[in-house]
């Protein structure tokens, strides 16, 4: 997953960071690779010294670890990651993260 890198959040889509993107237009399978984007992005690998092949492998982990029911399921876990991030991303939240 990691040969190339992490995809930065504005590759994986144009409006990725703006409150009107719906985070369930991504595919599933692209689901991981956003939600490093988006640690990345907050600066938390860095900030925090966390390991990306660690943070990849507990991403996968999770994901493989929900089930399947209509609601409590891993793109629920996605889209309300993604809420917070764009809370980081669109209000002046990243200073309480230092």
């Known amino acids: 997953?990691?040969?190339?890198?992490?995809?930065?959040?504005?590759?994986i889509h144009q409006d990725f960071s703006k409150l009107s993107f719906t985070p369930r237009s991504i595919p599933e399978d692209n689901t991981t690779m956003a939600m490093l984007s988006m640690s990345k992005d907050m600066g938390f690998t860095t900030n925090y010294k966390i390991?990306?092949?660690?943070?990849?492998?507990?991403f996968m982990m999770v994901r493989r670890g929900y089930r399947d029911p209509p609601y409590h399921n891993w793109m629920h876990a996605f889209s309300v990651t993604h809420f917070c991030y764009l809370l980081f991303k669109n209000l002046?939240?990243?200073k309480f993260l230092k």
């Open 1 to 11: 997953m990691l040969r190339y890198g992490i995809q930065p959040a504005d590759e």
């Open 51 to 58: 390991d990306i092949h660690t943070l990849t492998r507990f």
């Open 92 to 94: 002046p939240l990243h």
